[in-house]
C-alpha cells in the first residue's frame, strides 16, 4: 500500500512543480496523501488554519462573512445590520438558502439587507451617530424584530467606531437586544475566526438570558445546522421521531429565543463542528451539557448518529430509534437500488468548508462512489484529523487549494464529479467536469436526513449521468 502514497506524493509534485521554491515549500505542507492510521506523525499532516500566501490566489472569505453569512444571518427574528460600506452586506445578502418560517419584513429578516451605507464622510467623522439613527428607524420599521445585530465590516475596525457603546445605548431605548460584533473581514486568516467571533457574541449577550415553563428529559439543541435547502427540517423529523424534543435551532430557522434557552438543553447535537465548536465547549464548562457531533449524511451515517444520540438517554429512546430505523431503511434500501448500479465506481473530488469535506463521504460511498479528493477552504487540524480516519489510504487531501491547483489535480485525477462552491462552479463547466455546488446544494436540498439521502441520490445521478456534458468542448 506504500506505492499508493507514492504515488500520490508524486502527483502533488508535479502541480507544485511550477511554483517557486519558496512558495512550492509552503503550499507541499498543506497537500498530503492520506494515511488513515496517522502513524507516520507530523509527516502526513496537512497544515491549515494559517494566512493564506499572498499571490496564490485563495478562495476563502473573511470573518464577516462567518459571523452575518453564516451564524447569525439565519437568526430569522432578528434584523442584522451590516455596519459599513455597502459591498460587503451586498455579496451576503441572501448567498445562501437558509429556510425560515415566518413573514419576510414581519417577523422574519434572514434574506433582507439592512446597511449602514458608509460613505466618505463616515470614515472621516466616524459612523456611531449614523449607527444609532438606523438602530431607530430599524425598531420603527420592523416592531416585531426580537434583537438587532450590529456585523462590522473593515472600515469600522479601522476607523475605531465604538459599536458596544451604541449598541449599549440602544439597547435600553429600544427595549431589545442590540449585539455588537466585532467582526471586520481582516480578522484572522479567514471565515473560521467570523464563527468564533459570533459565537461569543451570542454567548456574552444572549446565551441563558430567557426561562422556559416546561422542561424534559429529552430536550435536545440542534447546533450547526443551517437549514440550507430545509436540512433542519429534515433532521428535526428524525428526531422528534425518536422521542426527543427539540428547543433551539443554531442557527437555521432559528429564533432569539431559542438561542438563549439552550442552556436547558440536556444534550447538544452538533452537525457543523467548525462554525459552532465554540459554544459547544462553552456549554459544557459552564452549564455542564455534553454535546456530540452527529452526521445525517446517508444512511449508513444516519443509521449510527442516530444510535450514538439514542446512547445518551434511557431505553425508551434506544427502542424508539431501532424503531425509527427499521421504518425507514427499507426506503433507504430502494433508494440505493435504483441509483447505485448508475454510480457504481464513480469517482468525486471535494473542495467545500465546513463539515462537507468529510461528512458526505459516507454519502457517496452508500452510492457506490469513491471520493478521490478533499480539503477545506477555512479547516482546522482537528478538522483534518476527523477526516482521515473517512478516507482510504493514498487519497489526496488539501487545504486552502489555489484554482490553479485544483484544475490540475482534476485534469490528473479525473474524477467523474467535483463538489465545490459557487467560486468554482462555472470553471468546472467550461472544463466540462460535471459538477455539484456542494455549498448551498446548487438550488436544491435538502441532503440531510431521510428526506434528504434520496434527493442527494437523485442530484448525483442526473449530473454524473447528464448527456450535455459530452457536448461540451472540453478546456485543454
Given at each position: 500500500m506504500k506505492s499508493i502514497i507514492e504515488k500520490t506524493q508524486r502527483l502533488i509534485d508535479?502541480?507544485?512543480?511550477?511554483?517557486?521554491?519558496?512558495?512550492?515549500?509552503?503550499?507541499?505542507?498543506?497537500?498530503?496523501?492520506n494515511d488513515p492510521t496517522g502513524e507516520c506523525g507530523s509527516a502526513c499532516q496537512v497544515r491549515s488554519n494559517v494566512k493564506s500566501r499572498p499571490g496564490v490566489m485563495t478562495i476563502r472569505g473573511c470573518a464577516y462573512a462567518g459571523s452575518k453569512g453564516v451564524v447569525w444571518g439565519p437568526i430569522k427574528d432578528v434584523v442584522h445590520i451590516s455596519h459599513g460600506p455597502v459591498g460587503c452586506g451586498q455579496y451576503s445578502w441572501w448567498s445562501r438558502r437558509n429556510y425560515y418560517n415566518g413573514l419576510t419584513g414581519i417577523d422574519s429578516f434572514v434574506t433582507m439587507h439592512i446597511t449602514s451605507d458608509f460613505q466618505e464622510k463616515d470614515i472621516v467623522f466616524g459612523g456611531d451617530r449614523k449607527l444609532e439613527q438606523l438602530c431607530r428607524e430599524v425598531?420603527?420599521?420592523?416592531?416585531?424584530?426580537?434583537?438587532?445585530?450590529?456585523?462590522?465590516e473593515c472600515p469600522v475596525g479601522l476607523i475605531g467606531d465604538d459599536i458596544e457603546a451604541v449598541a449599549k445605548k440602544m439597547t435600553e431605548e429600544l427595549g431589545i437586544p442590540v449585539v455588537p460584533v466585532r467582526c471586520e473581514g481582516f480578522r484572522g486568516v479567514s471565515q473560521s475566526l467570523g464563527h468564533h467571533i459570533a459565537n461569543d457574541s451570542i454567548r456574552d449577550y444572549i446565551l441563558g438570558?430567557?426561562?422556559?415553563?416546561?422542561?424534559?428529559?429529552?430536550?435536545?439543541?440542534?447546533?450547526?445546522?443551517?437549514?440550507?435547502?430545509?436540512?433542519?427540517?429534515a433532521t428535526r423529523k428524525i428526531?422528534?421521531?425518536?422521542?426527543?424534543?427539540?428547543?433551539?435551532?443554531?442557527?437555521?430557522?432559528?429564533?432569539?429565543?431559542e438561542l438563549a434557552l439552550t442552556p436547558r438543553a440536556k444534550l447538544n447535537l452538533i452537525h457543523c463542528y467548525r462554525s459552532m465548536n465554540y459554544i459547544c465547549r462553552h456549554m459544557e464548562e459552564r452549564y455542564g451539557i455534553p454535546w456530540?457531533?452527529?452526521?445525517?449524511?446517508g444512511p449508513t451515517k444516519i443509521y449510527q448518529s442516530i444510535r450514538k444520540i439514542a446512547s445518551f438517554f434511557d431505553d425508551y429512546i434506544k427502542e424508539r430509534a431501532e424503531a425509527v430505523i427499521a421504518k425507514?431503511?427499507?426506503?433507504?434500501?430502494r433508494v440505493i437500488e435504483q441509483y447505485r448500479p448508475r454510480l457504481e465506481g464513480k469517482t468525486v473530488m471535494l473542495y467545500?468548508?465546513?463539515?462537507?469535506?468529510?461528512?458526505?463521504?459516507?454519502?457517496?460511498?452508500?452510492?457506490?462512489?469513491?471520493?478521490?479528493a478533499t480539503g477545506y477552504e477555512f479547516g482546522h487540524k482537528d478538522d483534518y484529523q476527523r477526516t482521515y480516519p473517512e478516507l482510504e489510504e493514498g487519497t489526496l487531501i488539501y487545504d486552502d487549494a489555489t484554482p490553479y491547483e485544483l484544475e490540475e489535480f482534476t485534469k490528473r485525477l479525473k474524477p467523474d464529479l467535483v463538489g465545490s462552491g459557487i467560486k468554482e462552479k462555472y470553471a468546472y463547466h467550461k472544463m466540462g467536469v460535471p459538477f455539484r455546488q456542494m455549498h448551498s446544494w446548487d438550488y436544491s436540498g435538502p441532503y440531510h436526513g431521510f428526506d434528504g439521502f434520496p434527493v442527494f441520490a437523485r442530484d448525483m445521478d442526473m449530473t454524473v449521468n447528464n448527456p450535455t456534458w459530452r457536448l461540451i468542448r472540453r478546456k485543454s
Open positions: 508535479e502541480v507544485l512543480e511550477v511554483y517557486p521554491e519558496k512558495t512550492r515549500k509552503l503550499r507541499a505542507k498543506h497537500i498530503k496523501p425598531k420603527e420599521l420592523f416592531p416585531l424584530a426580537k434583537g438587532i445585530t450590529i456585523q462590522s438570558k430567557a426561562s422556559v415553563e416546561k422542561s424534559s428529559p429529552y430536550d435536545v439543541a440542534l447546533i450547526g445546522d443551517y437549514n440550507i435547502g430545509g436540512d433542519a427540517w428526531l422528534e421521531e425518536m422521542g426527543l424534543r427539540v428547543i433551539a435551532h443554531w442557527t437555521g430557522d432559528g429564533t432569539l429565543r456530540v457531533e452527529y452526521n445525517f449524511f425507514y431503511k427499507p426506503w433507504m434500501d467545500v468548508g465546513g463539515l462537507r469535506p468529510r461528512h458526505v463521504v459516507g454519502a457517496y460511498e452508500d452510492l457506490g462512489m469513491k471520493v478521490v
